[in-house]
């Protein structure tokens, strides 16, 4: 194989790959990209068996076809090193890659052979639908800061994406302490009416790409029972989905049957305040309390080695009834800086210790819910 | 409280909002948290409502939060903080608070798993022994906590295993608890449907089969069968089975000579000595025809040569597979 590129055109490809390919792994090939020349250009593969990525590059001169297998991250470091121009890469004997660079510059490195790497977008002839990418991303900026980080129980750690009524799709995430909903009208996937659980670090990476590709207006996506297979435009997405059950969520999420009690507070006065409270707070996880009295709210927090912090802000609407809550001040920030509309906060008035519902004032497709603490 | 007393508790319904449990048995440590966690969470879904904390990354302001929020969906949840010795006194003092008036709503575990460097640190243990009912697992001491140490790992996979198999366990397993769990696992998959564990199980998959068995070997030695008895010691010996293992082995196998040679002296039937021995009725044969050759009082001076072979191999440089053979040769001279 032999091809010749643009600094700019290896370094797109090789960076895209860079939060999918394996540090260290004790399978080597995992952590190498897979470049194969043909007569349309070059495709640039990576995969840690849960994701892969495939990419194809038109804007390459393909001397000789062929495939390499190298390190993704050493050619990722050599060609960012390189002075901006043409580099050549060029299949030697035993697997070696000489790089060039003009006249004076060449690296040799070792690959390794191209048919141990594994196969991991694997054709099959189910039909693709057709998604709108800013619904998707949305979705996700949405909902993928509430995924939990906890490998340990991975029923929770991905963002879960199912069917529901109304002909809409629903991403739900969840890290135990907080729940998050977004619903979208998107063409439907007769896979998605039993939900498919899909890995934290897939959601990241596949935002990455889709935010880089957000003047595509669709995405096509086909689900298998194990695996989601996403292409945008140049660019191949393959993933392994979470095989565990995504907690039955509905059974959290309060009906309409309960007596509650709204209120709505402007976005940008709660932020400040939030922000304030979090000096004290972030220390150590302290609650903030948060004092509803008809047109007003008292927000509060205390720190035991720090001192304490109190605000009140006003209200948009007087709530019908006084109510008081703790929580982890940083899950609502998290919530508001999401959110470009102003908030209404919904509590159970007839029961302590519910969960607290955070809506938008304009979206009804937006839900969040956050589990109070005790109060002390 | 004992740990069978915790366990027995926990199983009928009663749960305390804190417990610190500590010790070098990590399978019977698991084990408790999985009771708890039944007892819980019965419906099995717990993936919202327990925690796993590690105090190494994660410090007081993570545990509060996880024990004062609410729980989604249990009636109480479960928070498990591993590695509890990370935390100092300056976070306990955070902590404070709350572990002298735990809520109601939440099962706050600590743990602290000690290796043999561990052991030494009391105060480390005393420290946290202060804050919550404190419970001790330690790995099995001696032969009879080891075998049933083995009994109740083996009832996890729906297993029984014979005396004889018990027994060779026992001289091979050591006591320590995970390495202990690790091979009564292989020993389970191994068996696949088969309920009962036999010896011929326990050589294969834990001693790869030797060339001989250590059964033939010790039956060799009780026969005073020199000869068979140095070969199988050679075939065993390079199978990798530790010298120390068929020592044990063969002290065994005296033992039960010795209590048939007693109770053939006090004119006790084969069925009598069979149900003191608790072994198969053709080993309980096998040990009485070898106890008929061997006089007790030469069996004063057999046990004196296994403990002196025991001693030797345990405290000077001479090597265990020259120690054994001195025994083998030795053994038969003292025989009737």
Redesign the interface.
Known sequence: MKITATKKTLSTALSRIQGIVEKSSIKPIISNALIKAGNEGISVSATNLQIGMRATYKEVKVEKEGTISVNARKLFEIVKELPEGEITLTEKENYWIEITCGKDLKFNIIGLPPEDFPVFIKEEKKEFVEWSTEKIIEMIYLTSFSISRDEANPSINGAFIENIEGNKTRMVSTDGYRLSIADEELERNKLLDEGLLIPQKAVLELNKILIEKKEEKSLFVMATSNSLLIKISEVEFSIRLIDKKFPDYKVIVPGEGYKKIEAYIEKDKLRSALKRMSIISNENNRPVFFSFKKKEVEIFTEDSELGNVKEIIELKDSTSVDFKFCINCSYLLDIINVLEEDIIVEFNAEEENKPIIVKSVTRKNIKYIIMPMLMD | MAVEDLKKSIAGGVVAPLYFFYGDNAPFIEEAIRLVAATLFPAG?A??????LDAQSQ????I??AV??????ARKKLVIVRQAHHLKQPQWD?LAPYLKKP?D?CCLIFILLLDEKDKKDKGRIEALKKFAPAFAFQNPKGDKQIALFVKSRLAHYGKTISPEALAYCGAILGENAQAISGEVEKLALYCGERTKVEAADVDEVLCGGGRGTIFNLVDAVGQGRLEPSLELLGGILAAGVHPLVVLKMIARQFRLIGTARLMLDQGENATRIGQRLRLPEFVVRGVIQQAKSWPAERLGMVFEEIFQANYLSKSSRAEGHIVLERLLLRLPELRA
């Open positions: 879904a993936e919202l409502d327990v925690r796993h410090g007081p302001g993570d509060l939060q004062r929020t609410i729980s989604f969906f955070v809520a709503s």
